[in-house]
């Protein structure tokens, strides 16, 4: 009941393209839903969040769409650009735990 | 990396030596945590801390151990390392609930 599943868990998108990707839960207690973006060699570091009080929440060509009573949430990146390739990660927070439980990830590459 | 300093950045050593890992912060956050990055698994929690001298563990703590005497120092031990230990160590950092500000990694290897 703690994991976040991350889909896929790798995509290749065209320059200019949409990348979607998705992320599913199972406790009801998170409230709080980072995504982290990782360049190689570095760190995470955090891109965009939503609570569920809302549906979507949009930073530049960053959109989350976060549906609770499917308990989903999705990151699109509209306009891929090769500068976005990197690893994105999902993650949860709340309930009882106090921590971030993160998704496996998903390496995306935009191609040229 | 948000005032987040991790050394040392790479290491290599062999099967039975004792290891210490190191992040230091500048930010004065309360919070400290110690993840393992490994492909396919994600990054998964080791130990965190939520004050000076206070720890718990996270899902992945067995052959770890940590200590945090001052606020700014959270110190990964691994005892007796094992090859299942390579990996990429993150520190991270939070004032906030649920916000991380995550430092360079360390990349580990045991052989």
């Given at each position: 009941q703690q994991q976040v599943k991350q889909s896929p868990q790798s995509l290749i998108v065209q320059k200019g393209g949409i990348s979607i990707i998705n992320c599913a839960y199972?406790?009801?207690?998170?409230?709080y839903f980072p995504w982290y973006q990782q360049f190689p060699g570095k760190g995470p570091a955090l891109l965009i969040a939503i609570r569920p009080d809302v549906s979507e929440k949009k930073e530049g060509r960053f959109t989350i769409s976060f549906n609770k009573s499917a308990k989903q949430f999705s990151l699109h990146i509209m306009d891929?650009?090769?500068?976005?390739?990197a690893t994105y990660f999902c993650a949860a927070y709340g309930g009882a735990t106090n921590k971030l439980i993160f998704g496996t990830g998903t390496l995306l590459a935009v191609q040229p | 990396d948000a005032g987040i300093t991790q050394s040392p950045r790479h290491k290599v050593t062999e099967t039975g030596t004792p290891v210490t890992l190191r992040c230091h912060q500048t930010?004065?956050?309360?919070y400290m945590y110690w993840y393992r990055q490994d492909p396919g698994h994600g990054l998964r929690l080791i130990h965190y801390s939520y004050g000076v001298k206070d720890t718990d563990k996270g899902?992945?703590?067995?052959?770890y151990s940590v200590s945090r005497s001052k606020t700014e120092d959270f110190l990964l031990t691994l005892e007796s390392a094992t090859s299942s230990q390579t990996s990429v160590y993150f520190c991270a950092i939070s004032a906030q609930e649920g916000i991380q500000y995550f430092g360079a990694g360390t990349r580990l290897s045991v052989l």
């Open positions: 199972e406790n009801t207690a998170f409230d891929s650009q090769p500068g976005d390739s | 930010e004065n956050h309360r899902e992945v703590s067995d052959g």
